[in-house]
């Protein structure tokens, strides 16, 4: 039922919504409202599980996106908590809805794609992206503070699908005083092969 729901959802192209005189109250009138920002596609999802008969709750946080610093963001961005077989679980829907802006053969300017990883996230991956305002929405044994939410590695989805885990340094700036390090990655598919490039920041004499 929740996938059915998130899945739908996430992977719906808002704007290829027909916009002219939507019934008021349907479920085509509240969609229109995703795009114009009165509402977004995690509160219609937590709307569509209470409908079903699911315990959901928005959780307000800092999210980070690729690439990008936690330091200094705000705690506005949302995503959902859902109750499935007495355990919380966490979804953020607005980030499983991804536009990819390329040239098309149609001169289309983007193409929507679906990310699974915020489905049912395992909370200690979530916490690489999704930093909520209270502490027991990490859904975490340990919960990291704000500090050291800035100073995690940023991993986002394609690490995490592709089955790899951070098994040791978890900070985003590894420092070595002899110039050697081993950072450990766990596998969870041995047949899977990658390359990898690391940086190395010289400091000003």
């Not at 959802?9 to 085509?28: F, Q």
């Not at 859902?82 to 390329?102: E, G």
């Not at 690490?159 to 050697?180: D, Q, W």
């Amino acid at each position: 039922k929740v996938r059915m729901l998130f899945v739908w959802l996430a992977t719906y192209d808002l704007d290829k919504i027909d916009s002219i005189n939507p019934p008021e109250g349907s479920v085509r009138e509240q969609l229109l409202k995703i795009p114009s920002q009165e509402y977004s596609r995690t509160q219609f999802f937590i709307e569509m599980c209470r409908l079903a008969k699911l315990e959901a709750k928005e959780i307000r946080g800092v999210f980070r996106g690729q690439y990008v610093s936690a330091e200094g963001l705000d705690a506005t961005d949302c995503w959902a908590a859902v109750m499935i077989d007495q355990t919380w679980r966490l979804f953020d829907p607005d980030s499983a809805s991804v536009k990819n802006v390329q040239v098309t053969p149609k001169n289309e300017p983007y193409t929507q794609r679906y990310d699974d990883h915020y489905f049912l996230t395992d909370p200690e991956a979530f916490i690489y992206t999704n930093f909520p305002l209270g502490e027991e929405w990490q859904l975490l044994a340990r919960p990291v503070t704000r500090q050291e939410f800035n100073q995690l590695a940023c991993l986002h989805s394609g690490f995490f699908m592709a089955g790899f885990t951070l098994e040791s340094h978890r900070k985003n700036t590894v420092e070595s005083p002899n110039g050697e390090v081993d950072i450990v990655v766990g596998i969870m598919n041995k047949n899977i092969h990658q390359t990898h490039a690391l940086w190395m920041k010289k400091k000003q004499a």
